[in-house]
């Protein structure tokens, strides 16, 4: 289970301040106590999405943006816990729907970016 603590929402909530679909995500998370992958679920059907499993359904929509996740600013980006920009980038640039942008961004934090880009960066082939 990938959880955050209610003072982790608080300072999310700060940094994301300019971002209403990620507030929204936010107070799911809160009212799921914390578990950002029951509230992404939640989050996803209101967005129209349909989860087809609940065990492990955000790793694998997650999965559907390593390629953007990990180039080097969003790497960074989330590396120093500046969320918005994959959120925002997610929101507007890509088919994730606003409302999971924000859970997704904060898996690949608590996972860790380095180990959500592992297979990534290893599946990559290297220019000469």
């Known amino acids: ?4 603590t209610p003072q982790e929402i608080i300072q999310l909530r700060a940094c ?11 107070q799911e998370i809160e009212d799921c106590e914390g578990d950002v992958e029951d509230a992404a679920i939640s989050l996803a059907l ?9 065990e492990q359904w955000l790793a694998g929509f997650s999965k559907r943006y390593r390629h953007i ?7 960074g980006a989330l590396t120093a816990n500046q ?8 929101s507007q640039e890509t088919d994730c729907p606003a409302l999971v942008a924000a859970p997704v961004a904060i898996y690949v934090t608590k996972f860790g970016v380095e180990s ?8 990559r082939v290297p220019t000469t």
């Not at 289970?1 to 955050?4: D, G, Q, T």
Request: charged content about 15%; overall charge negative.
């Open 69 to 75: 996740v990990c180039q080097p600013q969003f790497r």
């Open 116 to 123: 959500f880009c592992r297979s990534f960066d290893s599946s």
């Open 46 to 54: 209101r967005a129209g999405q349909e989860p087809d499993t609940n």
């Open 1 to 4: 289970m990938i959880a955050i």
């Open 83 to 90: 969320l918005g920009t994959l959120i925002n980038y997610l």
């Open 16 to 26: 994301l301040a300019d971002y209403p679909e990620a507030l929204i995500a936010l």
